[in-house]
């Protein structure tokens, strides 16, 4: 069974940094895309950034610049540096990964999710 663990979450003032990981643990064959969502108190989850396998990224408009996404595919671990920390981006963020594994002797695609990790935000 595949699982995905987030680490790094926290509480820190306007305009620090946090440095969030997803490791990925079983035995899967290939990971496809990965990525970071969030979700604040009475909103709905929102994509902050995802990245290709090749390394190619997209973010949401409002971390551009702040945020950075990175992965390592020896490790099977996805990466968010988090800059300049506002209060609107106190969210749980969750690590989202689609990935292959092999299926009585087929390749069969999942997704899946962490369980969240807090970032909190203060002005």
């Known amino acids: ?28 064959f290939s990971i496809n895309n990965m990525g970071w969502y969030r979700q604040a108190p009475g909103k709905q989850r929102e994509l902050v950034a995802s990245i290709t396998s090749g390394g190619s990224t997209n973010y949401a408009d409002s971390v551009k ?5 990175s992965r390592d ?36 695609e999942f997704d899946s999710w962490g369980q969240g990790t807090q970032v909190t935000v203060s002005s």
């Open 1 to 28: 069974q595949v699982q995905l663990v987030e680490s790094g979450g926290g509480l820190v003032q306007a305009g620090g940094s946090l440095r969030l990981s997803c490791a990925t643990s079983g035995s899967i």
């Open 65 to 69: 610049g702040r945020f950075t996404i």
């Open 73 to 108: 595919n020896a490790k099977n671990t996805v990466y968010l540096q988090m800059n300049s920390l506002e209060p609107e981006d106190t969210a749980v963020y969750y690590c989202n990964a689609d990935y292959l594994l092999g299926v009585l002797g087929s390749l069969a």
